[in-house]
């Protein structure tokens, strides 16, 4: 995969949406494929958070205390919140078809935020934007 297309794939993330793809580009760039076999497991309930997910190909079955209650699939993100928050993984990720997922470290995307502040800029206009309409604001200003 380009940089490029790994970009192009971290658009289904929602903190990066409002990203520019030319600022994605430097996140994509320190993002790596992995390819997993059906039954591995991505991550498991309780685990530390280390890193986002996008299936790229495949199916990855989700379990919270044993029982399912999502699939993901290619284009879908897993672990968004795992690079801003300490919390434990709340499921166990399952691989049920052949998956390659793109891989985001959270120190790497940390690296990408302190030396690319036009990302780190995107990424909070976006997140304050989105604070503003839920508590009604809309796209005022607060005052």
Same mark, same amino acid.
């Given at each position: /995969?380009?940089?490029?297309?790994? $970009?192009?794939?971290?658009?289904? *993330?929602? $903190?990066?949406?409002?990203?520019?793809?030319?600022?994605?580009?430097? *996140?994509?760039?320190?993002?790596? !494929?992995?390819?997993?076999?059906?039954?591995?497991?991505?991550?498991?309930?309780?685990?530390?958070? %280390?890193?986002?997910?996008?299936?790229?190909? #495949?199916?990855?079955?989700?379990? @919270?205390?044993? %029982? *399912?209650?999502?699939?993901?699939?290619? #284009?879908?993100?897993?672990?968004?919140?795992?690079?801003?928050?300490?919390?434990?993984?709340?499921?166990? $990720?399952?691989?049920? !078809?052949?998956? @390659? /997922?793109?891989?985001?470290? @959270?120190?790497?995307?940390? %690296?990408?935020? $302190?030396?690319?502040? !036009?990302?780190?800029?995107? /990424?909070?206009?976006?997140?304050?934007?989105?604070?503003?309409?839920?508590?009604?604001?809309?796209?005022?200003?607060?005052?």
């Amino acid at each position: /995969m380009t940089v490029v297309e790994r $970009a192009v794939a971290l658009r289904s *993330v929602d $903190a990066f949406r409002r990203v520019p793809i030319d600022q994605l580009a430097h *996140v994509a760039a320190v993002a790596r !494929e992995q390819a997993l076999s059906k039954g591995e497991t991505l991550f498991r309930e309780g685990d530390p958070p %280390e890193s986002l997910f996008v299936v790229l190909d #495949g199916r990855i079955q989700l379990q @919270r205390s044993g %029982e *399912v209650f999502a699939e993901a699939k290619a #284009g879908e993100p897993l672990g968004t919140w795992s690079l801003f928050i300490d919390h434990p993984r709340r499921a166990t $990720a399952t691989v049920v !078809e052949e998956a @390659r /997922m793109l891989v985001l470290d @959270r120190d790497e995307f940390y %690296e990408v935020l $302190a030396e690319q502040v !036009e990302v780190t800029r995107s /990424m909070v206009q976006d997140l304050v934007g989105r604070l503003l309409q839920l508590s009604g604001l809309g796209e005022k200003e607060p005052g």
